[in-house]
């Protein structure tokens, strides 16, 4: 085993420390979504950090999403709604800077109106749905196959900025659009998958984002907002890793198409994994030394797996997941001392590593070393 540094309790950066403090004092503000619609609102004056949001809050609570049900009810996979969810805010700060904006969940599309465009067809609206039109109670094999549904999700995102002192309005919207890489169905009795490959995922989530930017332009709230698509690839239900991005494209206000769409190079990598051994050997070889050195503390680990988040091949992140049964408080500041210092040695700064360490029922203990800092900051639950 390598020798380590000795670390008392008291060298273990607090998280609640190391949060910095804000004035809580909000600002109450009217929010319009258009000339004849004024909302109460309040909008907290400062944010988390600068890449953070500042979200607009009703007088009672944050407002929620129009359509916050749907998400849930189309995508299998935990962790592509919520790599959709914020990868969408992570992209749109290329086009509305959180400096100027502020963030609400999507207020114009309802749960409703995103369930008939994800349908095959709509009798109720007589509105044609963005998946292939099929009567899938008499439809057989080789029907699905021809008209598959690649389209599972639509999220919508809204960006205000302040008019004036008392007066915030929609400046910018992102539409995310998710695609199935795989589409199960049942015919005949039976159930059948269909594969779906980036390159026709991309190309059916570039023609879906023209029609929905048709529909918004009917919008008359809508007509001259700029507006944001993404293009998000699914990952099979199955997945220990998130999908990703494949493109997105910005609209101007009052523009009717989309111009050009930019390609998105991220993807998550599983750590071990054949993908991570055979692509980033020295990452994976990084992962599996700080894996051996666990082992050696605690040789009846249940396990751990690391999920790294790379752009144009670079890694930006890790997160590794330590489940471990504990018998004692005492056990859990042990070991996430000696991870710690793991951390601490083992790990190159040119990226964010965060640690969560696990019972069989709770979440233990938190380790993070943000990319540029030499020195993790670290909680322990109580």
């Known amino acids: 085993m390598r020798k380590l540094h000795a670390l008392l309790l008291s060298s273990l950066l607090i998280l609640g420390a190391c949060t910095p403090v804000f004035d809580n004092r909000e600002e109450v503000i009217q929010e319009t979504k258009d000339k004849n619609s004024n909302q109460t609102a309040i909008v907290p004056n400062y944010s988390m950090s600068e890449e953070n949001y500042r979200m607009i809050l009703t007088e009672d609570s944050p407002k929620v999403s129009k359509a916050r049900s749907v998400t849930t009810n189309q995508m299998g996979n935990r962790m592509d709604i919520a790599e959709f969810e914020s990868g969408l805010r992570r992209h749109s700060k290329e086009y509305f800077d959180p400096e100027k904006y502020f963030f609400q969940p999507g207020q114009f599309l309802t749960d409703d109106t995103l369930l008939s465009w994800l349908s095959r067809y709509d009798e109720d609206r007589n509105e044609e749905g963005l998946n292939p039109e099929l009567n899938e109670d008499e439809a057989k094999e080789e029907d699905f196959r021809k008209h598959p549904k690649y389209i599972s999700n639509i999220i919508e995102q809204n960006y205000l900025v302040k008019k004036d002192e008392n007066v915030v309005e929609v400046e910018g919207v992102t539409i995310g659009i998710s695609l199935r890489t795989v589409y199960n169905f049942r ?13 026709e995922l991309m190309k059916k989530g570039q023609q879906y984002a023209g029609e929905i930017l048709k529909r918004l332009r009917e919008r008359k709230e809508l007509n001259d907002v700029p507006i944001v698509f993404a293009i998000f690839e699914e990952e ?79 890694l930006q992140k890790v997160s590794i997941d330590i489940p471990i049964e504990f018998r004692s408080q005492s056990e859990v500041i042990g070991f996430t001392q000696y991870v710690y210092s793991l951390v601490v040695e083992m790990f190159p700064e040119h990226y964010t590593v965060e640690v969560k360490i696990n019972s069989m029922d709770r979440q233990e203990s938190l380790i993070v070393k943000k990319a540029g800092k030499k020195e993790p900051f670290v909680h322990i639950y109580e």
Do not use: C
């Open 187 to 199: 015919a005949e009795g039976r159930d059948y998958e269909e594969n779906h490959s980036t390159a």
């Open 236 to 314: 099979e239900a199955s997945s220990k890793v998130p999908g990703n991005f494949l493109a997105k494209a910005y609209v101007k206000g009052s523009d009717l198409k989309i111009k050009d769409w930019k390609k998105i190079d991220e993807k998550y990598v599983l750590f071990p994994s054949k993908e991570g051994k055979e692509n980033y050997f020295d990452d994976y070889q990084i992962f599996s030394d700080f894996r051996k050195e666990v082992t050696e503390y605690f040789p009846n680990f249940v396990g751990m797996i690391a999920n790294g988040f790379y752009i144009n091949d670079d």
